[in-house]
């Protein structure tokens, strides 16, 4: 193995590789500043329950009316039949973009202290009444 490091060939492809993940890392950067920049600055809150301290959204926009009908359905407990995530309201919350006909919300959240279960950025579509704007 200690061989390999003798070759021209690994060296090159190593250094080939590690630009590009610089280049990847820079442009993502980029794009992620962009957006957060474009983004309207909002809280979010329960519509039902204001103490809840987090919001059930979706990250696939297939399940919309799956959501929305969870969402308008005031009997508890609900059943929940499809993929869900939940996001904190805590830390810095944007609105980065609407759903066409303006029911959801894609939340971005920044978090100033990530960890590998809460990372730094998260994102995901909420229904509009869950969010108020600052």
Same mark, same amino acid.
């Given at each position: 193995?200690?061989?390999?490091?003798?070759?021209?060939?690994?060296?090159?492809?190593?250094?080939?590789?590690?630009?590009?993940?610089?280049?990847?890392?820079?442009?993502?950067?980029?794009?992620?500043?962009?957006?957060?920049?474009?983004?309207?600055?909002?809280?979010?809150?329960?519509?039902? &329950?204001?103490?809840?301290?987090? $919001?059930?959204?979706?990250? @696939?926009?297939? %399940? !919309?009316?799956?959501?929305?009908?969870?969402?308008?359905?005031?009997?508890?407990?609900?059943?929940?039949?499809?993929?869900?995530?939940?996001?904190?309201? &805590?830390?810095?919350?944007?609105? $980065?973009?609407?759903?066409? @006909?303006?029911? %959801? !919300?894609?939340?971005?959240?920044?978090?100033?202290?990530?960890?590998?279960?809460?990372?730094?950025?998260?994102?995901?579509?909420?229904?509009?009444?869950?969010?108020?704007?600052?």
């Amino acid at each position: 193995m200690f061989g390999l490091f003798k070759k021209k060939w690994f060296w090159i492809v190593w250094l080939a590789l590690a630009l590009t993940g610089g280049v990847v890392g820079y442009f993502g950067s980029e794009y992620q500043s962009e957006r957060i920049e474009n983004a309207e600055l909002v809280e979010l809150q329960d519509y039902y &329950n204001p103490d809840r301290p987090r $919001i059930h959204g979706i990250k @696939d926009t297939t %399940l !919309v009316d799956e959501y929305i009908k969870f969402e308008k359905d005031t009997n508890y407990p609900k059943a929940l039949k499809f993929s869900s995530e939940t996001i904190p309201i &805590n830390q810095k919350l944007y609105a $980065i973009d609407w759903t066409s @006909d303006s029911l %959801l !919300v894609l939340i971005g959240r920044q978090n100033s202290n990530p960890t590998v279960a809460d990372p730094r950025w998260t994102e995901l579509w909420v229904w509009k009444n869950h969010v108020k704007k600052r």
